[in-house]
């Protein structure tokens, strides 16, 4: 069973910075996606970034210019760097890490960010 482990989550004041990541316990093979969610009190999780296997990257509306995904390859480790946070980015970042057989992919267990104002 592969388990997703997450860090780098935690406490910063608005405009702070913060790098997430993420990597599996064991070696998964034929990874394709791999991405960061997130889920806000009483929201709908939502997609935040996600990197496909050739490098191309998609982005939420709402952090573009202040997030930046990235990945290791060799490691399966991906990394979500935060940059001038907001108090509306506060939520519970999950990372997911999708193979060519698997769409639904394997899923962190979540890492708590907060910005406070």
């Known amino acids: 069973q592969v388990q997703l482990v997450e860090s780098g989550g935690g406490l910063v004041q608005a405009g702070g910075s913060l790098r997430l990541s993420c990597a599996p316990s064991?070696?998964?093979?034929?990874?394709?996606?791999m991405g960061w969610y997130r889920q806000a009190p009483g929201k709908q999780r939502e997609l935040v970034a996600d990197?496909?296997?050739?490098?191309?990257?998609n982005y939420a509306n709402s952090v573009k210019g202040r997030f930046t995904i990235s990945r290791d390859n060799a490691r399966n480790t991906v990394y979500l760097q935060m940059n001038s946070l907001k108090p509306e980015d506060t939520a519970v970042y999950y990372c997911n890490i999708k193979t060519t057989a698997w769409s639904i992919g394997y899923w962190g267990q979540g890492t708590q960010v907060t910005v406070s104002s």
């Open positions: 064991r070696t998964i093979s034929s990874v394709n996606v």
């Open positions: 990197i496909r296997s050739g490098g191309t990257t």
